[in-house]
């Protein structure tokens, strides 16, 4: 039983060593996916988490934390204008093609399995935390 | 002497706006939905960039940049070529966010405009900044200051705003954004014969002659075309036009089959 599960967790950590730790590290979430997503498909987005949420479909209270560690992990960035905290995405050539080569990779039905795996596996181990 | 001017790349339009709109202007065109306000904006750019080699922004409040620039495509306009060429940006934010952002010195959408050398900006829509202030004065104001800003960076501006009346009824009571633009294109609905066609005029254009009359026109596959004023009717702006005398003549007595 061990030894299966040593297999299927050898088999979803067959892929690029760069995009691996990408979704252990910075693309840890669902909703960091989806945020990134976005912004990799709007790139010159600059805007608030609660319209972010909105662009997103999704609620603002679950999406700031998430947008948060993204600026922390240098995928976004955060400035204050006026008593707004704005997000945009980073502006460091070589994060913005990790996340082009990411999100180039989830077209392929077989990577996208692997990056679900590891995003329930972080969010598991996230959850388990004492 | 002439004064130069800013072709919107609609060849109809220009001559109603006696060569195009005025350089450093703010323009206002209002509309219903499905009027073509966003695709008119979006010709301005187009035409900017590929004809007049004045790169562009548009601001979109609401339209996610990926489907305007898919949008774009569909009328054959490139907006994802003139992205990766440095020609444009499309930039996804809000009115709260856009006016912190120009009251700023040196704030990102100046910074942006001076990296790209634009001249011409779009706003989709000033609708949105409604949500700002309820108070019309209040609203006038942050019109107004974004107008400056824009006028500040050197930009001829197209702003679109959204006019729930499908036909018939106009805006009224808060429309002081009106007084504070140069021009003002209204692009109506109007039925006639039991089918609905569209009306395009030029309300003002300070500093400039421009085209009284109401034309018709089409969004067809490459942007839209404004065509011939509206001959043998009146009423046009009411929504629901009806016959001049001498056509309700003709119709009555001169048609052949009509009594």
Known sequence: ?130 | MNAPRVPTGIAGLDEMLAGGLLPGTANLVEGAPGTGKSTLAMQFIEHGITACDEPGVILTFEEFPEHLIRDAANFGWDFAAHQAAGRLRVLQTSPEVTLADVRRTSGRLETLIEQIGARRVVVDSLSHFERLAADPVELRLLGFELINALKRMGLTAVLTRENPALLGEMREGDDDLAYVVDSYLLLRYVEIDSAVHKALLVLKQRGSAHATDIRQYAITSHGLEVRSRFAGTHGIMSGTPVMTHTEAFAAAFLTPGKK
């Open chain 1, 1 to 130: 039983m061990a030894d299966d599960q040593d297999d299927a967790a050898q088999l979803m950590d067959d892929i690029d060593p760069h995009l691996l730790d990408l979704l252990r590290t910075r693309i840890n979430t669902f909703i960091k996916w989806d945020v990134v997503r976005f912004f990799h498909a709007n790139p010159h987005t600059a805007d608030t988490a609660e319209n972010l949420a909105r662009y997103i479909g999704r609620d603002v209270r679950v999406v700031e934390p998430e947008l948060r560690q993204l600026a922390q992990d240098g995928v976004l960035e955060a400035e204050t204008l006026a008593d707004l905290r704005v997000y945009t995405l980073t502006a460091d050539a070589g994060t913005v093609a990790l996340l082009d080569s990411f999100m180039r990779a989830c077209d392929d039905r077989q990577f996208r399995i692997k990056a679900i795996y590891h995003v329930i596996r972080s969010l598991r181990r996230e959850r388990e935390r004492p």
